[in-house]
């Protein structure tokens, strides 16, 4: 069975700072995978994915996040938080075929300080 | 535009009336999702449809009905026998077998059962 682990519900990082959100995957064959951002009171908002080819992909908003398969990992990136990034991340999986239902990890809620 | 709408964005009833929640698409995808969203807990599946007349449970269906008489129309019904209602109520749609899986949101239905 697939599953989503997200380590850490709330990060906290200052403006300007690195920002890394941490997302490892569970799943038997290869896996497509999500993250999506949510701001308060709103539906998810698609990020950036992985389904194959390149590792590395880039996303909407300066975000990044790169497959590592012998890690099972998939963790989300932007080199320099900005006061709008304030929002609650969400990793998801699926290994596709004919109905590519999405689990979806716990969310990590990201604050940027001043 | 092409998208997902749901409406109302808030609705209160009170405990022991059943209450629709509406969602709409224009995306002219086969597949509609409804998910559950508790701080804290992440997404939870409560029905998806892959398409039309057709419908399957999700991890949390108990209390809840569905119906997909239309492809661009996915209501779901909060029934008296849902014990805790009180949610954040999100509603997607997908194009599963395209190589993307990935979901499209609405903007959610925050429902408050007192």
């Known amino acids: 069975a697939q599953s989503v682990t997200q380590l850490g519900s709330h990060v906290s990082v200052s403006e300007g700072a690195l920002v890394l959100l941490r997302c490892n995957y569970s799943?038997?064959?290869?896996?497509?995978l999500f993250w999506y951002v949510q701001y308060p009171n709103q539906g998810l908002q698609l990020l950036l994915k992985?389904?194959?080819?390149?590792?590395l992909v880039k996303g909407i908003n300066g975000f990044e996040a790169e497959f590592k398969k012998s890690e099972t990992s998939f963790h989300l990136t932007k080199p320099s938080a900005h006061m709008s990034d304030a929002a609650e991340y969400f990793c998801a999986v699926t290994n596709g075929g004919s109905q590519g239902n999405l689990i979806f990890g716990k969310g990590t809620k990201l604050s940027v300080k001043p | 535009d092409g998208g997902i709408t749901q409406s109302p964005k808030y609705l209160f009833r009170k405990e022991g009336q059943n209450v629709t929640l509406s969602c709409e698409q224009n995306?002219?995808?086969?597949?509609m999702y409804w998910y559950r969203q508790d701080p804290g807990q992440g997404l939870r599946l409560i029905y998806y449809?892959?398409?039309?007349?057709?419908?399957q449970k999700g991890d949390i269906a108990e209390g809840y009905s569905v119906s997909r008489e239309k492809k661009e129309s996915f209501p779901l019904t909060v029934t008296s026998a849902q014990k805790n209602p009180t949610a954040f109520y999100l509603c997607?749609?997908?194009?599963?077998?395209?190589?993307?899986?990935?979901?499209?949101f609405g903007p959610g239905t925050r429902l408050t059962v007192t």
């Open positions: 449809s892959q398409i039309v007349n057709d419908f």
């Open positions: 997607a749609s997908s194009q599963p077998g395209q190589l993307s899986y990935e979901q499209y």
């Open positions: 992985y389904t194959t080819g390149a590792t």
């Open positions: 799943s038997s064959v290869p896996p497509y």
């Open positions: 995306l002219n995808h086969d597949a």
